[in-house]
């Protein structure tokens, strides 16, 4: 199977990196995503490189919405409770797939231009821009930058989320493992020991309302 945009993948790290020339984000329990627009086409692209797009028609239809006909974006695929947590059972119990909503982190491609060559610190405001208007289904994953990285490690872990990725400000996209993509995991978050294949016992879920956008840790920091 062709597979033009492969993914970033960060490598295991035991502490989150400080200095400046680090970006960090929150990482979100879900499944990862490319998501590639081509004028009225969209294909959400799973790291295997099979197309999910008939799986999780909001993101796609939030993708349909936006002003730009081509552009090529990575992220999360998440499944949001009502205090903004995502919910992994949720997600993989395929129950919620027309909740699934896309948190963008990166931009690969826009309006023609590759920009994998870019330094982070400069696809960063590509990807701002092009989700500038918030289309409900995909939104920007917010990021914190410099020493801020192991206080928002804590509070994250806190908070119950499954970690962090801190990332290189100067260093551009490349597909596969990557030195300077470095992910921090909560060793208390389910995800820490899951086997990603094992099918759980399907939970049984409430009649909920859909969570939306990101969440903020006290003090009025987003996550």
Not at 15 to 22: A, I, L, N, R
Not at 125 to 152: C, K, M, S, V
């Amino acid at each position: 199977m062709s597979k033009p945009y492969e993914p970033a993948l960060p490598v295991m790290g035991t502490k989150v990196p400080t200095g400046p020339d680090w970006m960090h984000e929150i990482k979100y329990d879900g499944y990862r995503l490319i998501v590639v627009r081509e004028n009225d086409r969209v294909r959400l692209l799973t790291r295997n490189g099979y197309d999910w797009a008939k799986r999780f028609p909001f993101i796609v239809e939030a993708a349909l919405k936006n002003r730009q006909t081509h552009f090529v974006i990575d992220g999360e695929a998440v499944v949001l409770t009502m205090t903004g947590l995502p919910d992994f059972d949720a997600l993989h119990s395929r129950r919620h797939d027309d909740e699934v909503q896309l948190y963008a982190f990166d931009i690969l491609a826009g309006d023609g231009d590759d920009y994998r060559s870019l330094p982070l610190k400069l696809r960063k405001p590509h990807l701002a821009r092009l989700l500038a208007r918030r289309p409900e289904g995909i939104f920007a994953a917010p990021y914190e930058q410099g020493e801020i990285g192991p206080e928002l490690f804590r509070q994250a872990c806190l908070h119950g989320l499954e970690g962090m990725v801190s990332k290189h400000r100067d260093r551009a996209y490349r597909a596969g493992r990557c030195d300077h993509w470095i992910k921090v995991k909560n060793r208390q978050h389910p995800a820490f020991n899951r086997v990603l294949d094992q099918v759980s016992t399907p939970k049984k879920y409430p009649p909920r309302r859909m969570a939306q956008g990101a969440r903020q840790l006290p003090g009025g920091r987003t996550i």
